[in-house]
């Protein structure tokens, strides 16, 4: 399966959900332009929370591009094998890093998501522009500013499109990762207190942390082949 890594970063997206729903919600919920009283209430916000999360996953896929072309220039001017071990080995400890905050083990990714608020109080006054977001124009740019959320989940994930030495990968491997998280955080847009519910869920929480631990320590144990498989199509080795 040559794109198997591009199928592992969309599930750690996926399981990740848990996370995303958790930082996210109380967002989802206000981007709401008003409460669903029936089902033609419901059928006017998919469009928006559509809107909304497609300019997310565009945020990402940027970044993922900016990232994965930073990558190629430092294995360029590091020699390109020992820096894109170095980065990925990095990458897969963020994974760890991640696995273990989803299980609750430890808040290790808690000072990153901090460091990024800098970035985030200078994007958040924009977000005033679009508010109340009515119609998918206003809910595309509104999303793309929420793409810049500090998030532990996300910057785990950036990582690793730094190990692609390429923009084309780097943003190919953001837009699995975004793709990933599009069904938790459209159900939490249109079930927003139910399925709020289950992923604050412990058992929940520790499942999908352990499944994400799980492709972390896997890509550790096989730094050696930079993955191997598993990441065929995302990290090219040389």
Known sequence: MPESGYLAVFLIGLLGGTHCVSMCGGIVGA??????????????QWPLHLAYNLGRIGT??????????????GMIYSGVLPAQMALYVLANLMLVALGLYLTGFTS??????RAGHAVWRRVQPLTRRFLPARSVSQALPLGALWGFLP????????TTALVTGSAARGAGIMLAFGLGTLPNLLLAGMLFKRFRDITRNGKVRFVAGL???GFGVFGLFHAQ???GALWSGVVCAV
């Open 225 to 227: 082949s930079l993955g």
């Open 211 to 213: 499944a994400v631990l």
């Open 60 to 73: 990402y896929t940027g970044m993922g591009a900016l990232l994965g072309a930073l990558g190629s220039v």
């Open 108 to 113: 290790v990714l808690a000072p990153v998501e």
């Open 31 to 44: 981007l709401s332009v008003q409460k669903m009283q029936g089902p033609h209430d419901a059928a006017r």
């Open 151 to 158: 998030c532990g989940l996300v910057y785990s994930v950036l």
